[in-house]
């Protein structure tokens, strides 16, 4: 890392062959979008998911947009989305003219809970969007089942889980498509991009046709119907194959970070690291640990600690009932629970075993400052009940 003194959440390594290939594209002037590198992305990352087609687009939200879109999602019509997620996944929905309906999540994973699902579904419901949350599958069987049953679309957004796997199958390779984004901070980046994977190859000539202002491919300034631009550059592509050429790499050295916080975070008291399904075997997006008592402001406290010893952290989502556009009364108590108490840890791939162990040193300083601290209020709070009580006798 360039700067010792400070360690971010997350920082891309771009030590392959992401240099090269943009320069062969500045030498050769294809930087627009198409090119080699577009085409080798969108093959190797539709075999990575292991699904037979990709469409690379210019980021996350849109390929969601994209997808929605494609599966002719509109007014009128409702999408199940998990409440404790990025906000661009009701976003999507949104755009479409569709009303995100938010369910629940599970404590263990804080992923979208199946047990949640049923009762959102009404007669206007057309989609599920399940979210693989932090970097964890979410429970796809059972989704698919429910999905199956009310005979609705499910689009997978996996922007925080490449190469995650869920039974032994990756995760984008189980809805009618799946969108993942290369954002800066994703498991791999193009700096900003998206796709969308889908084994069907009706919807994968939609998505193209929406991607591309809706142009005929056989027909030049023919729209058939109101397309976007949502193309991705073959510069962006040639930093995306780089980046998957080397992704097993990035996964193993993402997976060694986790396992050096799970053994230094394992002696902190008050603190958990979020759960894992049996089935599951997910990728480390961010490093999650959630307080086990306290709440918000303790939660803001320690990464105020944090911030203060150079370590960067970022609390969890907060529930997207709670944001502005989206506000409800509804009340949706494990996202409420733990998104108050959640934070994410510097997680990326050149963390050294140095780096994470100053992390989990200043957060176990944090949390015994905590622990102190609320011990001295219960105590305050016992004076306070027993000179009162003194008062009353
Ligand atoms: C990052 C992210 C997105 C959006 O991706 P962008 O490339 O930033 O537009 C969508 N959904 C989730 C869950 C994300 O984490």
């Not at 929605?68 to 996944?89: H, K, M, Q, R």
């Not at 050429?245 to 993402?254: K, N, S, Y």
């Not at 997910?282 to 803001?300: N, Q, S, Y």
């Not at 957060?363 to 905590?370: D, P, S």
Request: proline share 5%; net charge negative; hydrophobic share 45%.
């Amino acid at each position: 890392m360039a700067d010792r003194n400070f360690i971010p959440v997350a920082a891309p390594t771009l030590g392959g062959n992401e240099r090269a290939y943009v320069l062969e594209c500045l030498d050769s002037t294809w930087i627009s979008s198409s090119g080699r590198f577009l085409d080798a992305f969108e093959a190797d990352f539709a075999r990575f998911c292991g699904v037979s087609h990709a469409v690379a687009v210019n980021n996350g939200t849109t390929a969601l947009h994209l997808a929605l879109t494609a599966l002719g999602i509109g007014p009128g019509d409702e999408v199940i989305v998990p409440n404790l997620t990025y906000i661009a996944s009701a976003n999507a929905v949104t755009y479409c003219g569709a009303k995100p309906v938010f369910a629940d999540c599970e404590p263990l994973t804080l992923n979208l809970d199946p047990d949640c699902i049923e009762a959102r579904i009404t007669p206007r419901t057309r989609a599920i969007l399940p979210v693989h949350l932090y970097g964890h599958p979410a429970d796809m069987d059972r989704i698919m089942r429910l999905a199956a049953r009310y005979d609705l679309h499910v689009v997978e957004d996996a922007a925080e889980a490449h190469g995650a796997t869920y039974r032994g199958r990756p995760v984008g390779s189980f809805g009618a498509c799946a969108t993942f984004s290369f954002y800066g901070n994703k498991i791999i980046t193009t700096g900003e991009g998206g796709m969308v994977v889908t084994d069907d190859a009706t919807l994968a000539a939609r998505l193209r046709l929406y991607r591309g202002q809706g142009l005929d491919p056989q027909r030049r300034y023919i729209h058939p119907v109101v397309g976007f631009n949502y193309r991705m550059t073959n510069l962006a592509a040639a930093i995306g194959l780089a980046q998957l050429e080397r992704i097993d790499t990035i996964l193993a050295a993402r997976r060694q970070v986790a396992a050096w916080y799970a053994e230094r975070l394992a002696g902190i008291e008050g603190l958990r690291l979020l759960g894992s399904q049996p089935w599951a075997v997910p990728v480390p997006w961010l490093v999650t640990v959630l307080l086990t008592g306290g709440g918000a402001c303790e939660r803001d406290a320690v990464m105020a600690a944090l911030l203060a010893d150079g370590i960067d952290s970022r609390p969890i989502f907060y529930p997207t009932h709670q944001q502005a556009p989206y506000h409800e009364e509804t009340c949706y108590p494990v996202a409420e629970t733990w998104s108050v108490r959640g934070l994410n840890l510097p997680t990326f791939e050149a963390m050294t075993e140095a780096d994470v162990a100053a992390v989990c040193a200043s957060l176990g300083r944090a949390m015994a400052k905590c622990a102190a601290a609320l011990r001295s209020a219960e105590q305050n709070h016992v004076h306070e009940s027993h000179a009162r009580r003194i008062r009353v006798i």
